[in-house]
């Protein structure tokens, strides 16, 4: 008999990066998916459950799994901070709480690179022991962290539970969708002034290949994954053909905050204070315990970006050219 996986957030963007290798896998019988949003369907080992993270009823679902990916986080910004603080924070808790009532085998958490917060000061290759820093103006990176400690405090009263944590680089690809790839899609823009910033990437590929090996190998413990480098911020910018204003911090951080506001935009300061800072962590602890190595540099990463996105305006123009000429 095959094992059986839970994951949480089964319908985001780190879940589709490592369904494929699961539904491949010959040793997974089942997988138990769950989410607040309707199951997008395209895996026949998946029984699927339409639930919120913080729901008492979850506990029972993990019963007889053997490992849970705990995916689901709120990673684009919403104006309800207090139910972003719900999910993320009492939501993880709960999910640990039922992993350790059915004695599962293990457990895979991703948390992310932002836990080494984002200051000018910041120092690059960042391994698993730097310290973590919170950043007073970003739920995200305070949330993380919190997370973190909650988890690494609680398992440790449960050894017999193999815990993994993968603190991911900014996920990227040709199936990119969400409020980063938003940020790009306006012809102008704005950054600090005299601001270098550089973003460490993870491709979609070498993320899946990434969680997939935290299931086939058991590696207890923290974990950095990213590329081997980073690009220039105004880099990705020019590329996506975006003109850059500068502005001082200053004023920038109260314009994003408005913008969010109402509408225009998809994040506020909090997030432009994590993508003016370089944050950068080193992988060479997961490449040696694994083997794994990064199939994609962030430049090959962020330009699949590009390259899928630039398909999909050409076909979109040849649909609505065709249809304007069968008219």
Known sequence: MGKIVAITGINSYFASTLLPRLQADPEIEKIIGMDVSPWRGGYSKVEFFRKDVCSSGIEKLFAGVDTVYHLAFIVGEIKDKEKTSRINIEGSKNIFKACVNNRVRKVIYTSSNTVYGAYRENILHHTEESPLYKNKESYYNQNKIEVEEFVNGFFADHPEIILTVIRAALLFGPNTKNMFSKLLEPKVTAMPIGSAAHIHFIHEEDLGDALHIAFAKDLPGIYNVGA??????????????????????????????????????PAGAGWVIMACNTIFSSNRKFREATGWTPKYSSEETFRSFLDANQKVKEDAFRRSYVAFIWK
Do not use: C, E, Y
């Not at 690009?231 to 109260?254: C, E, G, N």
């Open 228 to 265: 081997d480098d980073a690009v220039s911020a105004r880099w990705t910018f020019h590329q996506a053909d975006t003109k850059i204003i500068p502005l001082p911090m200053s004023l920038l951080k109260p314009a994003a905050n408005l913008m969010f506001k109402v509408g225009l935009s």
